[in-house]
């Protein structure tokens, strides 16, 4: 049962770095550049859709009989990054999303701060 969790989670983490990797991709792409079963690619994109971690795009034009291809990306705001740098003399809270893009940022001047005070400060405004 491990193996298979295992197994499982390489072929999110496969399917997951080809989105990564492009900007937008088809799941038939997807198949042939991974090499897994389009079956596979078919319930891990279903589920990566359903968390809303992938978003699916616009329909690639086709000549052909048939479904056409629909373009899926990285929801690149599905989490945030939050960083938090401390200096002698300031501070600052960074917000990026998982492109990675910065969305936000704000410094602070220790001057008469104590780190406490710094603290509870910057989790405030991480609360807003």
Excluded: W
């Excluded at 960083?83 to 910065?102: H, R, V, W």
């Amino acid at each position: 049962m491990k193996q298979l969790t295992k197994l499982k989670f390489n072929n999110f983490k496969l399917v997951l770095d080809t989105l990564k990797n492009y900007e937008s991709i088809s799941k038939k792409q997807i198949t042939s550049i991974t090499n897994l079963s389009p079956v596979l690619i078919t319930r891990i994109c279903s589920e990566l859709i359903e968390k809303k971690i992938v978003l699916e795009g616009e329909f690639l034009p086709s000549e052909k009989a048939g479904r056409r291809e629909q373009m899926l990306y990285l929801n690149h705001n599905f989490k945030y990054v939050i960083g938090l740098s401390f200096f002698s003399d300031s501070s600052k809270i960074t917000i990026s999303n998982l492109k990675p893009s910065l969305t936000y940022s704000k410094e602070y001047l220790n001057l008469d701060k104590t780190p406490e005070k710094l603290i509870v400060m910057m989790l405030e405004e991480l609360k807003e």
